[in-house]
Structure formats: structure tokens, C-alpha cells
């Protein structure tokens, strides 16, 4: 069955501090993951997604296939990064039918 | 552009009643979404309208339906209520193209069924 999980419901780091946000998916096809994010009293809206291989604030997110992980990370965090962060699972095939993960929050303190 | 917009964006039901959500996606999006968002089970897909026809389905009871107008406009219908669908409910709306879209969100509206 798909599946996505976020382990941490809430993530505290201090500013400047490296950030790694963990998802793990179960999926039976090729998958196709991203991260959403909800900043305060924002809409929810697409952080990055694996195709693109981009870095997006300074955040990156590697698909690795074998562990069926798709962490995000990024080196130094700012208190601007603090939101809830979604993982996200599509597939081929699948369209726009996505399966989310319950999502962390993210706390970074000044 | 203007963003998707969701009506309205509170409701206050009661058990056993039906309910109607509407959604306009961004202009020239094709495809709407719609999501179940409750604190014990996350976001929770619903279903997908594309070109006026349901393209995708989640595991959600007959009692959720939905359509899709001409014009993209998509709503979502709910009827005999129960306790547990009070929940928030986000529509997305996206291009359509092959494969998964950059889904992009309405502000919701949120259910209280009482």
C-alpha cells in the first residue's frame, strides 16, 4: 500500500544549525516525491519536488530508491524556515493523486 | 493571477444534512483536487476533477461526491453529515499535463458539523 511517512511532528533547531527532515515512502510503482510547505497563516505550497533536482531556499531533497527515503535538508536554517513541512507521493499513472505525510513542524529559535 | 479561491470558508452544519463546497482554480488549471485535512489523519485526497470528468478517486464513502464545471470551477458535495467530517477541506488546482502537477492550494473551508 502507499504510504508516506514523517517520523517528527515537531523539529526544534537553533538558527544556523543543519536541518534534516526525514520521509519515508512504500510505494509499489516509480514514484514521484515532493515537499510542501505551510508557512503561518499561508497557504499550503510546493517547497521542491525530486525531478527537478533543484535547491529551493537552500533546502535539497535526495530520492533515495534503495532506503525508500526522500529526506529534506538544508545546512544552515534560518527562523524564516519555520513552518510545517509535508512530504508528498505521487506516481506514474497516478496523476495528480497524491499521498501525504502527517507533516513536522519545524521551530527554528533564534 | 489570482489564486484558487475557496466559498465558503466556514460552515456550521448538523448531522444528517448535505453540504456543498465550491472551488475556482487558477486561471487556465484544468485539473482541481480536493483533500480532507483533519489533525488525526493528515491531508486525506478525496478525488480529482479533470476536463469535467473524475480522473482519480480516493477511499473516501459515496456520501463525498463531486463535479466539475466547463469552466474548471469544480464543487464538492457532502450529504447525511456525520461528526467525523468536520475536518478542513482544501481544493488545489494544477494544469493537468501527464504526470503529477505542482498542486497549488485554496486558503479551504472549514467544516463543523455538529
Known amino acids: 500500500a502507499q504510504r508516506v511517512t514523517q517520523p517528527e511532528k515537531l523539529l526544534s533547531v537553533f538558527k544556523g544549525a543543519p536541518v534534516e527532515l526525514k520521509c519515508n515512502y512504500s510505494?509499489?510503482?516509480?514514484?514521484?516525491l515532493f515537499w510542501y510547505v505551510q508557512y503561518s497563516r499561508q497557504r499550503l505550497q510546493l517547497l521542491l519536488r525530486h525531478i527537478s533536482r533543484e535547491s529551493i531556499k537552500g533546502f535539497t531533497a535526495d530520492l533515495n530508491k534503495g532506503e525508500t527515503s526522500f529526506h529534506l535538508k538544508k545546512p544552515f536554517a534560518q527562523e524564516e524556515d519555520s513552518a510545517m513541512y509535508y512530504c508528498a507521493l505521487s506516481g506514474l499513472g497516478n496523476f495528480n493523486k497524491f499521498y501525504f505525510g502527517s507533516g513536522t513542524k519545524l521551530n527554528v529559535k533564534p | 493571477k489570482a489564486g484558487v479561491t475557496q466559498t465558503p470558508r466556514y460552515l456550521i452544519k448538523t448531522r444528517g444534512q448535505q453540504v456543498t463546497l465550491s472551488c475556482s482554480p487558477i486561471?487556465?488549471?484544468?485539473?482541481v483536487s480536493w483533500y480532507q485535512q483533519t489533525p488525526g489523519q493528515g491531508l486525506q485526497f478525496l478525488f480529482e476533477y479533470f476536463s469535467e470528468t473524475q480522473r482519480n478517486k480516493g477511499n473516501f464513502p459515496g456520501r463525498f461526491s463531486g463535479r466539475q464545471f466547463s469552466n474548471s470551477r469544480s464543487e464538492m458535495n457532502v450529504s447525511t453529515l456525520e461528526l467525523g467530517d468536520s475536518a478542513l477541506y482544501l481544493c488545489?488546482?494544477?494544469?493537468?499535463?501527464?504526470?503529477?502537477?505542482?498542486?497549488?492550494f485554496g486558503p479551504g473551508t472549514r467544516l463543523t458539523v455538529l
Open positions: 510505494y509499489s510503482g516509480s514514484p514521484e
Open positions: 486561471s487556465g488549471h484544468r485539473s
Open positions: 488545489a488546482s494544477s494544469l493537468g499535463g501527464p504526470g503529477a502537477d505542482t498542486q497549488y
